[in-house]
């Protein structure tokens, strides 16, 4: 499936998303870049099969901390489910987009002059070398979940490095997600 823009949206829409505030479980603590200790910023909220992965990545001094990286600490993906509500917007850092886009699916398999913001399944489209992250729990090597290209707009892009594209992944029986991107 395509994820096709959609005009904007409310900031909390339950709906497939990039920006706005993340939908999150009570007693959930927004994450931190393990490398420069900033808030990180909210990238993408996605309802899939499994559950709904928001996706966050350090934008607090763009380029200086690895948030490219799966692994390194400046990007992080959650899974959730159960009842999810609006988080707080941290008052530091660079924590938001610039606005909300609403992604809409599409079939892949249908041609569409519409802009397309991603995919969800099949392979991942690698820019550079296949990067699939293993399992932070059982090591296991992860499956191709999602793919998000950098925006509609500059308003509402994510920082990849300009023509980046990010990559997320899961492992079910653990319910584990990894993201990471390239350029």
Same mark, same amino acid.
């Given at each position: +499936?395509?994820?096709?823009?959609?005009?904007?949206?409310?900031?909390?829409?339950? @709906?497939?998303?990039?920006?706005?505030?993340?939908?999150?479980?009570?007693?959930?603590?927004?994450?931190?870049?393990?490398?420069?200790?900033?808030? +990180?910023?909210?990238?993408?909220?996605?309802?899939?099969?499994?559950?709904?992965?928001?996706?966050?990545?350090?934008?607090?001094?763009?380029? +200086?901390?690895?948030?490219?990286?799966? @692994?390194?600490?400046?990007?992080?993906?959650?899974?959730?489910?159960?009842?999810?509500?609006?988080?707080?917007?941290?008052a530091d850092g660079e924590t938001l987009?610039?606005?909300?886009?609403?992604?809409?699916?599409?079939?892949?398999?249908?041609? @569409?002059?519409?802009?397309?913001?991603?995919?969800?399944?099949?392979?991942?489209?690698?820019? $550079?070398?296949?990067?699939?992250?293993?399992?932070?729990?059982?090591?296991?090597? +992860?499956?191709?979940?999602?793919?998000?290209?950098?925006?509609?707009?500059?308003?509402?892009?994510?920082?990849?490095?300009?023509?980046?594209?990010?990559?997320?992944?899961?492992?079910?029986?653990?319910?584990?997600?990894?993201?990471?991107? $390239?350029?």
């Open positions: +499936m395509l994820l096709i823009y959609d005009g904007v949206t409310t900031a909390d829409a339950p @709906t497939p998303r990039t920006g706005g505030v993340p939908l999150v479980p009570g007693q959930f603590v927004r994450p931190r870049c393990r490398e420069c200790g900033g808030v +990180m910023q909210f990238l993408a909220h996605l309802p899939l099969d499994i559950g709904v992965v928001a996706v966050f990545f350090c934008q607090n001094d763009p380029g +200086m901390c690895d948030d490219w990286d799966a @692994t390194a600490g400046a990007n992080r993906a959650y899974l959730f489910s159960g009842e999810l509500t609006p988080a707080a917007v941290p987009l610039g606005a909300v886009t609403a992604l809409r699916l599409h079939p892949a398999d249908k041609p @569409t002059e519409e802009p397309v913001l991603g995919r969800l399944g099949g392979e991942p489209d690698w820019i $550079q070398d296949d990067e699939t992250p293993d399992c932070p729990s059982c090591a296991t090597r +992860m499956t191709f979940t999602a793919e998000l290209e950098e925006g509609y707009d500059f308003a509402t892009s994510a920082n990849f490095g300009g023509g980046g594209r990010g990559y997320l992944f899961n492992c079910q029986p653990c319910s584990e997600v990894a993201f990471l991107w $390239q350029r």
